[in-house]
């Protein structure tokens, strides 16, 4: 499912590389989440740790290098915020539950995870199975969000 995420002129740069060797999810934990030690729990709780990437350079960007729009190469996060999306909702068909962890060291993950040259780290994804059914925040209205002209 995760594969079929809209991306930038179909480009696809998204890549997961799962971690579930506990030997490096503990080097993540204990090296690259900045001190932030809520995220660092997490990822030594969880049985699967999901390093998103995505293939810089290419989303955004028109075959002889220019940006093709104002939004220039931010529509790499853009396209890796979609297929994290995605995933995390693949995982939820499946009974698995999922967490976005964005306070990382990114350099630190790239090397702990040994990440191939020519990608950068989007998003780390804690994953399991829910020991329970969690309560959904409160969310903003409808009328909030939408408007009309």
Known sequence: MASFAPS???SQTARYVVVDSEEIKEKIAAEAVIGFE???EIIRKCPA???????HGRSGFERDGSYSTSKEDRWEVFDAGIATQTFCLAAHANGLGSVILGIFDEEKVIEIAEIPEGQVVCGLVALGYPADEPKAPRRKEVSDLLSFR
């Open 8 to 10: 930038w002129k179909n």
């Open 38 to 40: 809520h995220n660092a």
């Open 49 to 55: 740790l999901v390093i998103v990437t995505c293939v």
